[in-house]
């Protein structure tokens, strides 16, 4: 059977073979005699290696040194390009005038003539002139490419590592935002000025790290332009921003967004959504007039480059709101309160650069925010651009006279010392000169890339030679995927304090600057904890309490400090202290106390590394981090934040959150009243609680005892858990900062000027609490709208209280008696009062169980309350979210008091108002009594002391 089918596989051969024959040819022949040639025997193998071995050797010898010379080349190119810039002066002052646009009335002459491209001549009545010089004077017919090449050596200067900052400052309608925005068709400095970050980010040797933030400066206030803004008065505030500065002078915005971008498509798409938040508003001088400062903060980090200024430096690029006489734009109202807060700002900044220009010793740097918040980009080695816009009509003559004296002021050092001929003229080969060895040092940077290129092409050939077939698909697609050295080492190094942050967290909840103080480490280790840990980090629902108030930490940062605090562990293991060189906010209403519950959230779905949220603290040379923890920065990667946002309905509009926020301010002549004294809060879990429920303080003299039986002295004490509202009002009694609290119930105020001394707290059995005068008692009333509502921490406590059974109360460390609605709006201290304890209670519901269960080491089902009464507060929370608005058809319906009537009658008492009232009193007493007292002596101090 096997003979009979090889026979016929035999014949089957044959034939084919015969039919091959036909092909073979004299080259098919010579092919397979080259193949066989080729065959490499074992020996040649080994030699083959050998040669790409030394090759290799040889070529990564090669571009080491290249490398090294294109070092150099850096370096020589950062200083004469910083020589240029130091010539021309690192303060310039650029002067655009605008076209007349469609729509204007256009005047043949207008009042102000571009003489050449330094000068620029404005025309005064009776036939009177005004010539004025800057650095570069743009014409109306300016394009905006023209007025970018001008920018463009400061952008250079932002890749050596300066810090720098380009304005465009001017009156309202002038072309402000027209140049830095630009259009689709004519870009202008911001999107160009990312395109040229990236492309010579991406012509450098290094790897960069580029962030991008974006905020505005609106009535003085910081405003996250990556945030999308409440637009409702129920939609719970963002974080509220604030300035910190660290040791060295560098300025980092805390809670401002800061995303990863890696190419300028990234940038453009944030910058866009940013421009869109904006606040804008229609003005009798522009349709779209920017009602605020807008602030483009780009940060690039590159790690391992000597030749670098600094490792991490930024740009910001600031659209400041126009200035405006008032009187011109006959603005009322909220337009004459921006216009006014913008006019002086303005002002602040026009002071600062001045002063810097002059060399003084003082820089009135904190005299606004936008000048604080630029503090370490103006001055020093940073490079500024002022660009003046002017208008070409004769009808905004003052305002271009206001303008241009303004930045006559800004470069008055130039006009102090006017430059004779001779100088300027040798001024200007000098600067020639350098530009010229600019463009060679740039040639030969470029041909040294190129080389580098080819050798890197070479190097990776040669890789790809000696390896296997099987280990050349895995390097390429190693290459696709991994990320050059370069950036592998930078991420490394980000490593190092990367945040693990669940993207779909809302960003209130994620840890803060303080909570981070403790251990960057723990930081780290989020996504593995252990479970004591990552108990503290609440996987059920999260809750933050951030309180706003002026404090300075123990670490030298100077700053308005924001202390957050949240049940989350992080949160927990903040340090915050006070001492008494903190400096005040500026424009605070800032105490703040912010609540914020958020639904359910599952951190499990957290933190794959992608997801990891990249902090970056400035770090240090030799590469390890900063002690001071408070000046990091979150970084998000924008891929991350886009998708924050796209779970949002409108990124212009507000997503409804099942959120709720009291926030709560106190004027700052009350945080300023007695300034001098300020509360140290350390933050220490492993001390045992503080109790305030059972101090009963009568006066200082006794509040420092009680503290002194705590084992304490006031500056060292340290509390276990996140301090409740109550809390704060004890330490801001403690340190004068608050008014004294408004007469209420079973209280008792000693001296009326002395906070402390008219500070009654007892515990639930002895009475009431007394938390500072906070007028709004539980409803508060929002611009422009008949409305008011109740804020949600007094409606959750209204539905605990309704709906709760008595044992949950009592199971909770405070027992209080749960008031219906009737009774907490009309009596709002009590109301107060049940607030700051519902806090407590909160706390102990949310955190209580896994404390004591760790305290205990045993079972964490260990709990002040029982699982239906937490169930029930949860359902009450939940019930309040959808309920907290109160309508003023509620309020009148339910016949509800108003608590703000009712605070005003409070506050009545004090105040100028009530003594001219007693004056007025006084008088018709006088006048009523009669005469005749006064014929028999007594005088108005008589009937003055009748009156009291
Ligand atoms: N150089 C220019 N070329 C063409 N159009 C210009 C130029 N400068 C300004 N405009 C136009 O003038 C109008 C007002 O400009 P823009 O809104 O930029 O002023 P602004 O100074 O930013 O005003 P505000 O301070 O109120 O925001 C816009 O319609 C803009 O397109």
């Known amino acids: 059977m096997n003979s009979k089918k090889s026979i016929h596989n035999l014949a089957e051969t044959i034939h084919s073979l015969l039919g091959f024959k036909s092909r073979l040819n004299s080259t098919w022949v010579k092919s397979v005699c080259d193949i066989i040639k080729n065959i490499p025997h074992e020996g040649s193998i080994g030699n083959k290696c050998e040669e790409s071995a030394t090759d290799s050797s040889k070529i990564k010898e090669e571009l080491a040194a290249l490398t090294d010379c294109i070092n150099q080349l850096n370096i020589q190119r950062r200083q004469v390009l910083n020589d240029l810039l130091d010539l021309k002066g690192n303060i310039r002052v650029f002067c655009r005038v605008r076209p007349f646009t469609l729509g204007e009335h256009i005047e043949r002459s207008g009042p102000v003539v571009a003489l050449d491209t330094g000068s620029l001549l404005l025309k005064l009545a009776d036939n009177k002139s005004k010539r004025y010089t800057f650095d570069k004077v743009f014409h109306p017919g300016s394009s905006q490419d023209e007025v970018f090449s001008e920018v463009e050596p400061v952008i250079k200067s932002v890749v050596d590592g300066y810090n720098a900052c380009i304005f465009a400052y001017g009156q309202t309608g002038t072309g402000k935002t027209f140049t830095m925005e630009g259009t689709s068709d004519s870009p202008g400095i911001v999107p160009r000025t990312i395109e040229a970050l990236f492309k010579q980010t991406a012509e450098s040797n290094h790897t960069f790290l580029v962030t991008f933030s974006m905020l505005e400066i609106y009535l003085g206030n910081l405003k996250d332009l990556l945030v999308p803004q409440p637009m409702r008065p129920t939609d719970p505030l963002p974080p509220c921003l604030s300035i910190q500065s660290d040791p060295k002078g560098a300025i980092e915005i805390e809670n401002l967004v800061t995303i990863q971008v890696s190419d300028f498509n990234q940038a453009l798409k944030l910058y866009r ?233 809302p960003r209130f909840m994620r840890s803060t600057i303080c909570s981070r103080r403790k251990s960057g480490k723990e930081h780290q280790t989020s996504v593995g904890r252990d479970p004591v840990h990552s108990r503290r980090r609440r996987q059920s629902s999260q809750r933050a309490e951030s309180v706003t108030f002026p404090v300075k930490n123990n670490s030298e940062c100077n700053s308005d400090r924001s202390i957050s605090r949240s049940t989350c562990a992080v949160e927990l293991n903040m340090k915050a202290s006070i001492d008494n060189d903190t400096e005040y906010s500026q424009d605070t209403s800032e105490f703040d106390i912010k609540m914020v519950v958020f639904p359910e959230q599952n951190i499990s779905q957290v933190t794959s590394n992608h997801q990891m949220t990249a902090q970056v603290g400035h770090l240090e040379k030799n590469g390890s981090r ?115 609290p408004h007469a209420t119930r079973g209280q008792t105020t000693e001296h009326p000027q002395d906070s402390l001394d008219g500070l009654l707290i007892e515990d639930n059995q002895g009475g009431s609490l007394s ?104 359902q009450n929370l939940c019930r309040l979210k959808s309920q907290r608005a109160l309508s003023m058809d509620d309020i009148k319906q339910k016949d509800l008091k108003m608590p703000l009537i009712e605070s005003q009658e409070i506050t009545q008492n004090k105040g100028a108002c009530y003594i001219l009232k007693q004056k007025v009193q006084i008088s018709w007493a006088s006048a009523l009594l009669g005469l005749g007292f006064l014929d028999l002596g007594f005088d108005h101090d008589f009937f003055y002391g009748l009156v009291l």
């Open 771 to 874: 938390p500072p005068d906070f007028c709004c008692d539980g409803l508060e009333q929002f611009d422009n709208e008949n409305e008011f509502y109740a804020t949600p921490m007094v409606q959750a406590i209204n539905d605990t209280a309704q709906s709760s059974d008595s044992s949950m109360l009592k199971n909770s460390r405070y027992q209080f008696s749960p008031p219906d609605m009737d009774n907490w709006i009309s009596n709002s201290q009590e109301i107060f009062d049940v607030s700051a304890l519902a806090s407590e209670l909160e706390w102990y519901h949310e955190k209580a169980p896994s404390k004591m269960a760790t305290e205990v080491g045993g079972n964490e089902d260990v709990s002040p309350l029982s699982q239906s009464s937490q169930k029930e507060i949860r």
């Open 626 to 740: 900063k002690s001071n923890k408070c000046c990091s920065t979150k970084i998000l990667k924008v891929d991350q934040w886009l998708d924050l946002r796209k779970s949002e309905p409108s990124i212009s509009g507000y997503a409804p959150r099942n959120d709720w926020v009291l926030d709560i301010p106190i004027s700052e002549k009350k945080q300023r009243s007695n300034g001098q004294k300020k509360t140290e809060i350390l933050w220490n879990e492993k001390v045992s609680t503080y109790d305030f429920a059972t101090q009963r303080i009568h006066s200082k003299k006794e509040k420092r005892a009680t503290l002194e039986v705590a084992g304490r002295s006031v500056s060292e004490r340290v509390v276990d858990k996140p301090p409740t509202l109550k809390d704060l009002f004890v330490e801001e009694s403690i340190s004068n900062f608050i008014s004294p």
């Open 273 to 505: 959504l940013g421009c869109r938040l904006r606040s804008t508003a229609s003005t009798n001088s522009n349709a779209t007039s920017s009602r605020s400062h807008c602030m483009i903060r780009i940060s690039i980090t590159c790690f391992n480059a000597p030749e670098r200024r600094r490792e991490t430096n930024k740009i910001w690029l600031v659209d400041l709101g126009g200035s405006e006489r008032v009187m011109k734009t006959k603005a009322w109202g909220r337009r004459l309160d921006e216009g006014k807060a913008i006019n002086l700002s303005l002002s602040a900044l026009g002071d600062v650069i001045n002063a810097l220009q002059r060399n003084k010793n003082h820089i009135p740097y904190r005299n606004s925010k936008l000048t604080r918040v630029l503090k370490d980009s103006l001055g020093d080695d940073s490079k500024t651009l002022m660009l003046v816009h002017v208008s070409p009509k004769e009808e905004d003559l003052c305002e271009t006279i206001c303008s241009l004296n303004f930045a006559t002021r800004v470069k008055s050092v130039h006009l102090g010392h006017e430059e004779s001929n001779e100088v300027r003229s040798h001024k200007e080969a000098v600067m020639k000169n350098l530009q010229q060895k600019i463009e060679k040092i740039e040639d030969e940077r470029q041909h040294m890339r190129r080389k580098i290129k080819r050798l890197k092409d070479k190097l990776e050939g040669l890789t790809r030679t000696g390896l296997s077939l099987e280990e050349q698909v895995q390097l390429s697609q190693l290459s696709t995927e991994e990320p050059p050295p370069d950036l592998d080492f930078t991420k490394n190094r980000i490593g190092n304090v990367i945040t693990a942050l669940p993207s779909q967290l």
